[in-house]
């Protein structure tokens, strides 16, 4: 069963903020929130390797990417 409860929003500034019921509390004081379409996904960070599994959870790259003409350095006698 999940668990569903509404929860009235509140302004603090410029910030849209709501309280969060007891029984959805996270452990820590960090959380990770992102847009999916109407929907906002509230995720505690629970491991510090975050940018590995950011990563994790990237596309990869479809598109040819232009090849880059990288000549070798030419020595300059700047003195």
């Known amino acids: ?3 569903e409860r509404h929860v009235r929003l509140y ?4 910030y849209q903020t709501l309280k969060i ?7 820590g004081d960090e959380a990770v929130i992102r847009k999916e379409g109407d ?3 509230l995720e505690p960070v629970t491991s510090k390797d975050r940018l590995i599994e950011l990563l994790e959870t990237l596309e ?3 598109e040819e990417l232009p090849r880059v003409e990288d000549p070798p350095v030419v020595d300059e006698n700047i003195f």
Do not use: K, T, V, Y
Request: charged share 30%; net charge neutral; hydrophobic share 35%.
């Open 60 to 62: 990869p790259i479809e």
């Open 1 to 3: 069963m999940q668990l």
């Open 11 to 14: 302004r603090s500034g410029r």
């Open 39 to 41: 929907r906002l996904i």
């Open 21 to 27: 019921p007891p029984e959805f509390e996270f452990q």
